[in-house]
């Protein structure tokens, strides 16, 4: 979040909003400590959306992130640019099956790719993108779910590995 009259008084890290014990400011003391009108809702709203391990390790004086790049950040140094590294290397990690693709030393993009090669019917390329993604949703996958009484197939019995090599209803 961005407040520019908090910008102009030069609050731009959390640690401006923590007392000595390292506690987070009542908004009464911090609209007195920096002379920063704001209501209770945008104060709260704001320290809401600080992550609870961040407080935690605020509160024990520890680093909460270290990344590839070195960039600690501690109550101290706590930047938008930081958080939102921090933030988008966690959203984005790298899928589980692209994983077991490159520990197979298979060829990822070509198979990410194949779907739109193999055929132009949309239901298939839809289905080949489940397939290719893991993402099918499989008597397997349904009873972990508990969504399905059992994880085999309803008509052959057999198990999820089998399926597309042995059924005779594909």
């Known amino acids: 979040m961005f407040y520019a009259s908090w910008y102009k008084k030069g609050i731009i890290k959390i640690h401006y909003l923590l007392n000595e014990g390292n506690n987070f400011l009542l908004r ?5 400590k920096y002379d920063v009108s704001v209501d209770f809702l945008t104060y709260n709203c704001l320290l ?3 992550p609870d391990a961040w407080k935690r390790s605020i509160r024990n004086s520890e680093e909460t992130f ?3 790049d070195n960039h600690n950040l501690t ?3 706590v930047t938008a640019k930081n958080a939102r590294k921090m933030f988008m290397s966690e959203m984005f990690k ?3 099956v692209e ?10 993009k070509a198979i990410y790719e194949l779907p739109f090669k193999v055929t132009m019917e949309n239901k298939l390329r839809c289905f080949q993108y489940k397939v290719t993604h893991d993402i099918l949703p499989t008597n397997n996958k349904l009873y972990k779910m508990r969504l399905k009484a059992s994880p085999s197939c309803d008509r052959c019995s057999h198990s999820y ?3 597309y090599i042995t059924t005779p209803f594909i």
């Open 94 to 96: 790298t899928p589980r």
């Open 66 to 68: 270290n990344n590839s």
């Open 28 to 32: 009464s003391e911090f609209q007195q």
């Open 161 to 163: 590995e089998n399926l």
């Open 99 to 108: 994983a077991k693709l490159v520990e197979q030393n298979l060829p990822v």
């Open 48 to 50: 809401s959306t600080i």
């Open 75 to 77: 109550s101290v140094n």
